[in-house]
């Protein structure tokens, strides 16, 4: 009997221990499960700009140390790479693609210019370029057109390059042909400076001024 009581009143004992431990456990709010960025499709297929044509576009947008670069739809990263290690000045790279975000932070690593670029998953579409002073791109043209209202609104005197596509409705300042020693093949390279001048679309698409 005298057992039973001892074991009964242990037993007692550790609940009450347990007990009062929980109480005295502060209380808190639990935290919602973080929730997935929203994903998207890439608009176009990512084809790498050759070497040559990334180099010709950052000469033709007059690329300084004291730009701030925007490159958007950055695919393996190597227009941001490339002006961070020959101009010096911050770059940063916007792609909805998760596999080419991996890409373009490994070469950013290999490149050794961390402290210049920035890779972000982003949407283009929903992007502020206010904070650039030359927007790169190799999109299709309706997507150039597509961009029109927010690169409106760049800083005067900001420059936009354009490998292989125009932009409708938006006369370029130059259009230079070049070939490429990388794939024997020509590109067309347009720019344009904000603000842009415009010109209007005819119903064929063609542009006239």
């Known amino acids: 009997m005298m057992r039973r009581v001892l074991l009964v009143g242990g037993i007692l004992l550790v609940l009450a221990i347990t007990l009062t431990h929980i109480e005295r456990r502060p209380i808190r709010a639990q935290e919602p499960p973080a929730q997935p960025a929203e994903a998207h499709d890439p608009d176009v297929i990512f084809v ?3 070497e ?5 576009m950052l000469e033709i947008a007059g ?15 190597r227009i941001v790479v490339t ?8 770059a940063w790279g916007f792609d909805v693609d998760p596999e080419r975000i991996k890409e373009s932070l490994e070469n950013v690593k290999n490149g050794k210019v961390e402290n210049l670029v920035t890779i972000e998953q982003k949407n283009i579409f929903e992007l502020d370029l206010t904070p650039a002073s030359v927007v790169t791109l190799y999109l299709l043209p309706e997507l150039n057109v597509r ?17 292989e596509f125009d932009m409708a409705g938006c006369k370029p300042d ?8 990388e794939d024997e093949t020509d590109h067309d390279i347009y720019l344009w400076t904000i603000p842009f001048k415009k010109e209007e679309v005819k119903d064929d698409g063609k542009e006239e001024e």
């Open 48 to 50: 790498p700009t050759p």
């Open 147 to 163: 961009l029109i209202p927010q690169l409106e609104k760049l800083k005067p005197g900001s420059r936009i390059v354009s490998h």
């Open 52 to 56: 040559d044509v990334v180099l010709r």
């Open 83 to 90: 002006a961070a290690q020959k101009y010096g000045c911050r």
């Open 63 to 77: 690329v300084k140390k004291e730009d701030v670069l925007y490159d958007l739809g950055c695919g393996d990263g």
């Open 174 to 181: 130059k259009v230079v042909t070049m070939r490429s020693q």
